[in-house]
C-alpha cells in the first residue's frame, strides 16, 4: 500500500507565493515521476509540473517561468513552488507519483491541497 500526501496550500494574496510538499510512504520501491496537477471548480483537472527520475521536466504553459518542481527520489518527495501566484491559479492542486513496483507500475494521488489566491 502507498500514501501520498500533500501539503502547503492556503490563502494568498496575487502576486505572493506558496510552496507545496508531497510524500510518497509505504510500499514504495523506487520512485519513477512525481507530478502536480490542478482542479478549479467547473473545469477538468489539468497537469501543472511533472518531473521523472531521470530529471525531465514538463510545465504547464500557464505557469512556465513561475512555478518550479523539484523531485527527491531518495525521500520520495516532491515540492512546487509557485511564485507570481494570479487568481487563475485558484484550485485543488493533487499530487501523484508514479511508483516502480519492480514488475509493474501504479500511479497514486493524494487527496489534494486547497489553493486559493486572493485580494
Known amino acids: 500500500q502507498v500514501q501520498v500526501v500533500e501539503s502547503g496550500g492556503g490563502l494568498v494574496e496575487p502576486g505572493g507565493s506558496l510552496r507545496l510538499s508531497c510524500t510518497a510512504s509505504?510500499?514504495?520501491?523506487?520512485?519513477?515521476?512525481m507530478e502536480w496537477y490542478r482542479q478549479a471548480p467547473g473545469n477538468e483537472r489539468e497537469l501543472v509540473a511533472s518531473?521523472?527520475?531521470?530529471?525531465?521536466?514538463t510545465y504547464a504553459d500557464s505557469v512556465r517561468g513561475r512555478f518550479t518542481i523539484s523531485l527527491d527520489v531518495a525521500n520520495k518527495s516532491s515540492t512546487l513552488q509557485m511564485n507570481s501566484l494570479k487568481p487563475e491559479d485558484t484550485a485543488v492542486y493533487y499530487c501523484?507519483?508514479?511508483?516502480?513496483?519492480?514488475?509493474?507500475?501504479?500511479?497514486?494521488w493524494g487527496q489534494g491541497t486547497q489553493v486559493t489566491v486572493s485580494s
Open positions: 501523484k507519483a508514479r511508483v516502480d513496483h519492480e514488475v509493474s507500475y501504479f500511479d497514486y
Open positions: 509505504g510500499n514504495v520501491w523506487r520512485i519513477l515521476t
Open positions: 518531473k521523472t527520475s531521470s530529471r525531465r521536466v
